[in-house]
């Protein structure tokens, strides 16, 4: 296939500053008229051809200039124009026919539950029309939409309302213009019978702005927490960024077909109805956190990429990492700032560190693509927004807001790159950030080495640097790692240093840019216990000889949330891999008894806020393990070292748990707050432990009839099918609640979720078998990531069974998948990630898996390229 190259972007020849269509909406024949008002570039060459993109295209109708017919080349991919008008600027109108109902990838014009609904990023809108689809052709959009009453009430686009009325024939129309130039991306169209939350919002400068979800009849008030969360994000985005919503309306709708999570379109977000709805029957607390998240996270796109977009895709970044740090700091504001760090962190590690150390490693501004669609990664995101994080660590908070300042008011209204972005930043402050700049280049995970020595009032750090070779980048270059720390004494307290020499240290910040460092503090008190990347200040490993004592110490002192939780990590991590090398060498499981005892402290620290103590006592997953053993893995050894562990620190606190988890019930009314759901997680995890001692189905199952929220039924549910699989009860409970929630798609995925991540060998059974239940479908995105994705993705021992029958299995699937929505099947083919890093037998089924899709005719760009490049 084409790769696309960063160095190969050049303007476009043409730009199209004005753009009406009209849409006449039918099932398997829907009409677009696009009327295009295109220009020459000015200074571009003399009369280039005109090359408009298309995807699948069928072009009915062309006519230029009122020229009926024009000398055109048309396939479904392209359309050229050879003879274009000696003008500046002339109107090209073409008619194309959709056949929404066939679309099946979710890409461009589809109806999902009969709703006509589009997704258009990155590369959706040339299946709707020929067009300049590229993020740097911006154009303004007049939408008019036919389509009969009955069917469809609703006619959304783009922008603000501006006339609707009756055709006849049952028919009616709606138009809408969006007076902010987007590119084609943002463009959106809904049309459908659907229902309606409605509110509105006044803006800080006094604007009322009527806002709407849209959801279907009867879920209204399933969209209420979406509602609360969305003007939560309005006020914070004025009074923390200074951002004013720009539009007379601001639409959300929900759809139960969708291939991400949700779409910022400008003043009309689409989204994947996961995401919108909830109650406390349907929804976990965990739903309801991603719920205000996205909705945050889509609303302020409206400035961080509508009003401000990417110049080509390789900036995705540009707009997503600054996007999705928006959104953490947004609900960090609006829940607990550290819980939430810690949060983000084991999200950083679980989904960003395996991509950055496996195949798939890109930096987090890719240079080069096959398939734009596979770039939608955690590196982009998740990475993205640590460095920009890291931005505002290095800069400080004043001078952060001054450069995002000077970002919007320098950019408002172009299509920018990351040097762009950097370099708002170097105005404002003076500084030099190209060395900084690296973060968006270079792939791989950096690790910091540090060797610390005392004597004589003096501390030492010998700090070494190194990242990690990635495809396509052998050498690396030495980064800037701001590295948050602090000194502690042996009372707990923060230890002073009269002088440094060795690196520039600034506000609690180590900043280290060369390979090597020898950092010294001087007038140090006492020997320190060092806390090291405080509040995860840089997105790295660190390697640093450090005694369990001390780790102890900082797991019960540290005063940075982060880093105090880390310390408790470390030493479960360090007793999980010990325990991992007796499996393997076939000795018995031993674990130190302080770390029972100081999981039963921090359980039981009515200090801490409930939502911490529930995060410090959750051993690290399967995968957290399988990726800090980093090869020869043998999920099987990591599962029965986990559940030993698992069963040590249960029957150390048997009592005390006991007692907690007691203590923790619930009686008052539900509250989807932070406080509310730390308590439920803290209950939770606590039952998840009594769950492995005697009585433990008894004591789920009663969790279980007696629950009244969705986030206790799940936990004691999994519990039960997970712990207790094959007992009465855990049979009773699931025919429950297929029974109770049968007709709740989005409740029926997390029954699936839970099934299909039962451990053991038998899970893959579970699976083919649940895949006939009628409330399944191969179609839905939703369903088969409940089933497919949880299982490939969460189920160690299920999916790396050592016979390779679910790796099998699950390229049959993705094939299968792939005929009808190739971004989906690509997506879930990043299950086999980091096959490399199992052990010998199971790696060697993994590659026959993957090769079977590689030598497969009729796989897709997207599939084909993931493929390719896990076997590269
Ligand atoms: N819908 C995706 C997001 O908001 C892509 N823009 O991140
Ligand atoms: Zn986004």
């Known amino acids: 296939g084409q790769v696309f190259r960063l160095e190969d972007y050049r303007p476009s020849d043409y730009l199209i500053p004005q753009t009406r269509l009209t849409v006449r909406l039918a099932p398997d024949a ?50 050229v124009l050879n003879d274009l008008p000696a003008t ?152 923390v960024f200074g951002r004013e919503y720009d539009l007379d309306v601001f639409n959300i709708v929900a759809v139960s077909d969708f291939n991400m999570g949700a779409m910022e379109n400008k003043g009309l977000n689409i989204f994947n109805d996961k995401y919108v709805l909830a109650d406390e029957t349907t929804a976990t607390d965990t739903d309801f956190a991603n719920i205000e998240a996205i909705i945050a996270h889509e609303y302020f796109h409206n400035w961080t990429g509508n009003r401000i977009t990417c110049r080509d895709w390789f900036q995705l970044c540009l707009k997503e990492g600054l996007t999705v740090y928006r959104d953490h700091e947004f609900s960090a504001d609006q829940r607990s700032r550290g819980v939430k760090r810690i949060a983000e962190v084991r999200t950083l590690r679980a989904l960003q560190f395996p991509e950055d150390q496996g195949p798939l490693a890109h930096p987090v501004r890719p240079r080069r693509y096959r398939e734009i669609n596979n770039f939608y990664t955690a590196t982009v995101y998740e990475k993205g927004s640590e460095v920009v994080r890291m931005l505002r660590t290095i800069l400080g908070a004043a001078m952060f807001r001054a450069g995002m300042d000077l970002y919007f008011e320098r950019h408002d209204g172009q299509a920018c790159t990351i040097e762009d972005f950097l370099k708002v930043f170097e105005d404002v402050s003076g500084r030099d950030l190209s060395q900084f700049g690296l973060w968006y280049n270079q792939s791989g995970t950096p690790n910091l080495t540090i060797k610390p020595s005392y004597e004589a009032g003096t501390l030492t750090l010998e700090i070494e640097q190194s990242v990690p070779p990635t495809p396509s980048e052998s050498r690396k270059r030495a980064m800037h790692i701001p590295l948050a720390f602090g000194l502690i004494g042996s009372d707990g307290k923060e230890l002073e240093w009269t002088e440094v020499e060795g690196a520039s ?96 402290r921090i359980a039981a620290d009515a200090s801490l806020e409930p939502a911490y103590r529930a995060l410090a006592i959750t051993l690290p997953s399967e995968t957290d393990i399988a990726r800090d053993i980093g090869k020869d893995i043998d999920p099987d050894a990591i599962f029965v070292a986990r559940r030993g562990l698992s069963d040590f620190i249960a029957r150390s606190n048997h009592e005390p748990f006991a007692e907690l988890y007691r203590e923790l019930r619930d009686d008052g009314p539900f509250s ?10 803290l209950r939770n995890v606590v039952l998840g432990y009594l769950a492995r001692i005697e009585g433990g189905a008894d004591l789920a199952g009663t969790q279980f009839s007696a629950a009244t929220n969705m986030t206790d039924l799940v936990a004691a549910l999994g519990t039960l099918a997970h712990d207790h699989a094959g007992s009465p009860q855990a049979e009773a409970a699931l025919a429950d609640f297929a029974a109770r929630h049968g007709a709740m798609p989005l409740a029926m995925d997390k029954w699936f979720q839970i099934q299909a991540t039962a451990p053991g060998e038998q899970a893959l059974d579970t699976v083919r078998a649940l895949m006939r239940h009628p409330a399944f479908s191969a179609d839905n995105p939703n369903r088969v990531r409940a089933l497919l994705g949880t299982f490939s993705g969460g189920n160690q021992t299920g999916f790396h069974r050592a016979d390779g029958a679910a790796y099998a299995f699950f390229a049959e699937m993705l094939k299968d998948i792939d005929q009808r929505n190739p971004q989906l099947s690509a997506r879930l083919a990043t299950a086999f990630r980091s096959w490399r890093s199992l052990e010998p037998v199971r790696q060697q089924k993994a590659r026959q898996a993957l090769a079977s899709i590689a030598g497969a005719s009729d796989v897709s760009v997207d599939l084909r390229d993931i493929v390719e490049r896990s076997l590269a």
């Open 672 to 681: 989807p707050d932070a406080a509310g759901a730390g308590r439920r997680a």
């Open 88 to 239: 500046d600027r002339f109107t090209l109108i073409l008619e194309t026919e959709l056949d929404p109902d066939d679309n099946k990838a979710l890409m461009g014009l589809y109806r999902s539950n009969g709703v006509y609904c589009t997704q258009c990023e990155p590369e959706g809108f040339r299946r709707i029309t020929y067009f300049l689809d590229r993020p740097d052709v911006l154009s303004v959009y007049h939408v008019r939409i036919e389509a009969p009453h009955a069917a469809a009430p609703l006619l959304l686009s783009n922008g603000n309302p501006v006339a609707s009325g009756e055709l006849g024939n049952g028919w009616h129309f709606a138009e809408w213009h969006d007076p902010h130039p987007k590119p084609s991306y943002l463009f959106a169209l809904v049309a459908g019978d659907l229902g309606r939350l409605g509110d509105s919002f006044t803006t800080m400068s006094g604007r009322e702005v009527e806002l709407g979800i849209y959801v279907e009849h009867g879920k209204e008030k399933l969209a209420a927490y979406a509602m609360d969360a969305l003007k939560r994000s309005m006020t914070w985005d004025e009074e």
């Open 505 to 600: 240290v600034e506000d609690g910040v180590i900043h280290v840019r060369k390979r090597s460092h020898k950092l010294r503090f001087h007038g140090v008190a006492e020997r320190p216990i060092l806390s090291l990347n405080r509040g995860f200040s840089a997105p790295i490993t660190l390697a640093v000889e450090q005694k369990p004592e001390d780790l102890i110490f900082l797991a019960g002192h540290d005063s940075d949330p982060f880093a105090r939780w880390q310390a408790f990590n470390t030493l479960l991590t360090d007793s999980l891999i010990s325990a991992y090398r007796c499996v393997r060498g076939d000795t018995r499981l031993r674990f130190p008894s302080q770390i029972a005892q100081l999981a039963g």
């Open 30 to 79: 829907t009409t677009v008229v696009a009327e295009l008002t295109i220009e020459r570039r000015p200074g571009g060459d003399a009369a280039p051809p005109l090359v408009l993109d298309g995807d699948g295209l069928k072009l009915k109708r062309i006519e230029l200039e009122s020229v009926a017919q024009p000398a055109h080349e048309a396939t479904p991919e392209r359309l």
